[in-house]
């Protein structure tokens, strides 16, 4: 093996995907093992040991992780502690006057995640304009300090009225804390998210600070468990903004990292698109609990600060806009009092697995109905799990018999109510925000997402699929495609009208001076770092903004408000030129460049392409087609498919329904081409 390799490694719910990139060769090797949910790091270490990586000869080893997505999930989180102002305790217990289904009264928002009772407030103030009227009362302050000693809590939220503006007292504050609790995490508002609108000030910072000894323990075991192997650089963690952070910023904001992993399969996605020529691309990545899907739009991917890992309690950091449900391979299929049938959300997971896989589930998945209808082979991983084709029968019968379907068209209900729920995905984050399916590539990756890709592509009209060289681990691939990023934003409330251009200068001239402080502290190099600038905006009297790019050098703001009525006007289909325009923030995105891993390129030979063997499959009709089965390893780029045809793979299986054709490019992409 090379001396220059790099890892990527992507846990998940169902599967733990590994992918290794030998740079002096540019070949890419692949492995896939079970995820363990109670301690990922050993199904990291199973995939690590089974693909016979010699951590002495990888250079980079990047990692997208669920763990702090988990512990908020399932709420397993140390004791943590917030310190407010006098007379703001429960702006927690406040939030929002929203619902998430504002008709029912009866569903109750899930508790806060500081109890009352560690909610401890402390005499201070500092007005909206950023002047002091009272500084901290120090003796209070060592008396909490005192308290949060014997409560010993495992980290510390500090979050004080208008300290977005002023964070001299909350930075006071944390000093007194770290003189009696030295190595407790805090966290600090006016560092981790210094903007206006408290409730959700508080909650990213409580967030963030409870998350940070979840994390910053999962990240030391890991880095140590490389060390002691023979890894010598830094760990590399993917970051929900779609760039990496390294163990010396995840301790400050830990909870960059929830949503960690799926960021990277968007990533993938538009980099695989924009290499087979489409700027516009939508990306499916359909694992075996649940369905990710992100949109990219003239080359750029959407990016979001109104996201959460529960309904309720945002954190605003920015985060790659990636829409999920339940939607995998091994989503069960259930039919509901009225007789209605569902898929999913609920899922079989890795354990017990779909019913094919003789652990003993008996109820239907998506996989099951994959394997009845002869679309999915005996065997996944490249034969490391065999499935029980009369167990995937035996439970596509009760759905037959429920519905008094035969079993092949119950297997195709259940396909057919899978698609149905992505494409309403995929609606959502196209259409429901002023874009045309049609004018994008839908990028299939994931175990699953070969399987369904064409189906889910036809009902939306979009005219091109697109299935990576390796769709199973494409989301692990993504991780060797980012750089080093940290966003930066601060509060600037103005009337456009009213800015002046070297006062906006001088403030992104402040952002810009702790960003090139922070990637220094990582190790990046002045060459290579690059600076994006935005400013959210909004008409005035509206608090919903949108993010408009901002010129490294600004000299006036006519150009903005200009930008920003072309871009309200896509955005919502309509424009009101005579309205006021006002800005509500400055957005700086810091990059430190790392080299990547890029896809080697092929030549185009051609040739016919010769089909392994052939097999009955069920494309929706009343009778099987007797189906050609290709091996995608014996495919070279040039050589094209008609459909109806199953292309195998290692780790995925893609299906070629009738009235469409598939061609392997120069980068070992499958291009398939809908004739409808």
């Not at 087609?625 to 050589?639: E, K, Q, S």
Request: aromatic share 6%; charged share 25%; with cysteine.
């Amino acid at each position: 093996m090379s001396q220059n390799i790099r890892v990527a490694v992507d846990t998940g719910g169902t599967f733990t995907d590994i992918c290794i990139v030998d740079e002096e060769t540019g070949k890419i090797s692949i492995e896939k093992t079970s995820s363990t949910p109670g301690d990922p790091i050993r199904g990291i270490i199973d995939g690590v040991e089974k693909a016979g990586i010699d951590l002495n000869t990888v250079n980079l080893f990047c990692h997208g992780t669920t763990v702090a997505t988990n512990a908020l999930i399932t709420r397993n989180l140390p004791r943590t502690v917030i310190i407010s102002t006098e007379g703001f305790r429960d702006v927690l217990e406040i939030r929002r006057g929203v619902r998430e289904d504002i008709w029912d009264a009866y569903k109750d928002l899930a508790p806060a995640h500081v109890k009352r009772r560690d909610r401890l407030t402390v005499e201070e103030r500092v007005d909206a304009t950023g002047k002091i009227l009272t500084r901290l009362n120090e003796e209070q302050a060592r008396k909490i300090a005192k308290i949060v000693k014997r409560r010993e809590v495992g980290a510390v939220a500090i979050c004080f009225i208008n300290a977005y503006l002023n964070g001299q007292n909350e930075q006071r504050m944390r000093e007194i804390i770290l003189e009696e609790m030295p190595g407790v995490p805090v966290s600090i508002s006016s560092e981790v998210l210094p903007e206006i609108s408290e409730y959700e000030r508080f909650v990213t910072t409580v967030i963030n600070a409870a998350t940070s000894p979840v994390v910053s323990d999962y990240v030391s075991r890991l880095g140590d468990y490389l060390a002691e192997r023979g890894y010598k650089r830094d760990l590399l963690l993917l970051h929900s903004g779609g760039g990496v952070m390294t163990p010396a910023s995840v301790r400050q904001f830990s909870a960059r990292l929830a949503g960690s992993g799926i960021a990277a399969g968007a990533l993938a996605s538009r980099h695989v698109a924009m290499l087979a020529g489409f700027q516009n691309s939508i990306g499916l990545d359909m694992g075996g609990t649940s369905t990710d899907v992100s949109m990219t739009y003239g080359g750029d991917i959407r990016v979001t600060r109104d996201w959460h890992i529960e309904w309720g309690y945002p954190i605003r950091f920015p985060a790659i806009e990636v829409l999920t449900i339940g939607a995998g391979g091994g989503s069960l299929a259930w039919t509901d009092p009225a007789g209605s049938l569902h898929n999913g959300p609920q899922s079989a997971g890795s354990n017990p697995g779909p019913a094919c896989y003789d652990k003993g589930n008996s109820q239907a998945t998506n996989t099951d109905a994959n394997v009845v209808l002869g679309r999915q082979g005996p065997v996944l991983a490249g034969g490391k799990i065999t499935l029980n084709a009369e167990l995937a029968k035996k439970a596509v019968d009760v759905v037959a018999t429920q519905h008094n379907y035969t079993r092949e068209a119950a297997a195709d209900a259940i396909i057919r109510v899978a698609n149905a729920n992505m494409a309403d995905a995929v609606r959502l984050i196209s259409v429901a925000r002023g874009y045309d399916p049609r004018d994008f590539a839908l990028v299939a990756f994931g175990g699953a997402g070969a399987l369904h890709g064409v189906d889910v592509a036809r009902e939306l009209s979009i005219p091109v699929v697109i299935v990576p060289p390796n769709p199973g681990v494409t989301s692990a691939w993504g991780c060797l495609l980012v750089d080093v990023q940290h966003d930066f934003a601060e509060s600037y409330l103005k009337p456009a009208h009213e800015v002046e251009p070297a006062d906006l200068e001088a403030a992104f001239r402040r952002l810009e001076t702790t960003a090139i402080e922070r990637l220094h502290h990582e190790g990046i190099s002045d060459d290579r770092i690059v600076l994006q600038r935005s400013i959210d905006m909004m008409y005035e009297g509206q608090w919903r903004t949108l993010t408009i790019s901002a010129p490294g050098t600004i000299t006036g703001t006519e150009q903005l408000t200009s930008l920003f009525h072309l871009e309200y006007e896509r955005e919502y289909d309509y424009r009101r030129d005579d309205t006021p325009v006002d800005f509500f923030r400055i957005n700086l995105k810091a990059i430190g460049q790392v080299e990547k891993a890029e896809l080697p390129v092929y030549e185009l030979v051609g040739g016919v392409a010769e089909p392994k063997t052939y097999r009955d499959v069920w494309f929706g009709g009343t009778e099987a087609l007797n189906t050609p089965i290709f091996d995608r390893d014996r495919l070279a780029p040039g050589m094209e498919i008609a459909g109806p045809a199953i292309v195998e793979q290692f780790d995925s299986t893609i299906v070629v329904p009738p009235r469409s054709t598939a061609a392997m490019d120069k980068f070992r992409n499958l291009i398939i081409r809908l004739e409808d």
